[in-house]
């Protein structure tokens, strides 16, 4: 495929889908997306970092070929003001996985969000952030270790969707006197109105990706976080969705916590996966003062939004928190962060977000030796107290370094 600004590279092999799964070589290409803010920085850093991982890993019998591509502000600058140009959600599902900082979105109106429209755009409908506490971490949990988690968030739905009408328009006005006269709706006056769709086919594919991902990894739990008890047919329709979904296609590996209870005596049987659900509000208490209890978590789109960062917040924060967006076969990888622009070009901040991002990455492309390499490095260098200033001020003793610095440390650590 020719491209206006995208180079794709002279050597490597495309990532290619068989029977329903990603074929990986050993010399894949991969895409990534520089970002804006601190995206420059922790990207240069993070690349060497995979790159000193795969050659410790692999000794040279495996190669990771990276193509950049361009959204933010990188793109507005060569594609004449276009901060997403169409060229690069092409190469997108061309590669298959790629990885991105973070973007700022252009203020004037245009977006609502990057962020959004690249999930819209390519139908990356789960939102997949692991929760994973790393030793030496500073975290506020007096047991942070207990926390250990995946959480997969709906994507595409919801109050994300953009149904809004603002108060005060003909669109609006028209919206609010059908739903005073012909539903009985009542409402102040003056009300801003949005509409919050929740399907049953977007409920049941991230729920999907949620029970497969437990059972492919032998985790023991899969929550269906919602808000059912008030909002009855989005919220409390998610989590009735859910329990269907795991009852129709994975019968067979899964139980329902009231079956855990009524049939097995609360011993959950080897090799099955429990089903359960908890109301959002609840959940936030539960996963500080009982986290264990929680292995996977499957929740609508702004819950997950919440419930993502408030539990990155008990192991350390969003500066190492990864994250993916993924549809079926195609995952954009990213820094779940923003773009701190004060700390542009400053040689600054942590990495760690884009860095273990990239571990999710591989693991993707079944490489997962890389990530254990990286993770094990990780938490070598802290222990050194070895940190970036975001570590440094709540650790006594350490040794604050810049991003580079900080990938000078851990690539030594590898």
Not at 114 to 122: A, H, I, T, W, Y
């Amino acid at each position: 495929m020719s491209y206006r600004h995208i180079r794709m590279p002279e050597n490597g092999q495309k990532i290619t889908v068989k029977d329903n799964r990603i074929v990986v070589s050993d010399d894949p290409i991969l895409g990534f997306i520089e970002g804006d803010g601190i995206g420059p920085d922790i990207t240069r850093a993070s690349l060497r970092i995979w790159d000193a991982a795969v050659e410790k890993a692999y000794g040279g019998r495996r190669k990771v070929h990276w193509a950049e591509l361009f959204l933010g502000e990188k793109a507005a600058g060569i594609y004449d003001g276009d901060y997403f140009p169409a060229e690069t959600l092409e190469a997108i599902q061309e590669v298959i996985v790629a990885i991105k900082g973070p973007l700022t979105t252009p203020v004037g109106g245009g977006f609502r969000s990057l962020n959004v429209s690249l999930r819209q755009e390519l139908d990356l409908y789960a939102c997949v952030r692991p929760i994973t506490y790393y030793a030496g971490v500073p975290s506020p949990m007096k047991r942070p270790e207990e926390v250990s988690c995946i959480l997969f968030r709906e994507n595409t739905e919801d109050v994300y969707a953009g149904i809004e009408y603002k108060a005060g328009t003909p669109e609006n006005e028209k919206l609010a006197k059908f739903l005073r006269e012909e539903m009985g709706a009542e409402f102040f006056e003056g009300a801003g109105l949005g509409i919050k769709p929740i399907s049953a086919f977007g409920t049941k594919r991230l729920v999907r990706k949620a029970v497969q991902h437990a059972i492919d990894n032998g985790h023991d739990s899969v929550t269906l976080v919602h808000k059912g008890n008030i909002q009855k047919f989005t919220e409390g329709a998610f989590r009735n969705w859910g329990y269907e979904l795991a009852a129709e296609e994975f019968g067979d590996q899964t139980i329902t916590e009231d079956q855990l209870w009524s049939e097995f005596n609360g011993k959950r049987p080897e090799g099955k996966v429990v089903i359960k659900d908890r109301i959002a509000d609840i959940m936030f208490q539960l996963m500080q003062l009982r986290p264990a209890e929680f292995s996977v978590i499957a929740t609508s789109n702004l819950n997950g939004d919440y419930l993502s960062d408030a539990l990155a917040a008990e192991v350390g924060g969003m500066g190492i928190a990864p994250g993916a967006n993924m549809a079926d076969h195609v995952a954009v990888f990213e820094a779940t962060h923003g773009t701190a622009p004060k700390y542009s070009n400053l040689d600054k901040v942590n990495p760690s977000s884009l860095m273990f991002s990239g571990c999710m990455m591989f693991n993707y492309i079944g490489w997962k030796e890389v990530s254990k390499l990286i993770e094990n490095a990780f938490e070598k260098t802290v222990g050194q107290k070895i940190v970036t200033y975001d570590f440094a001020r709540q650790m006594e003793g350490a040794t604050e370094v810049p991003t580079s610095g900080f990938a000078d440390a851990l690539i030594k650590n590898l």
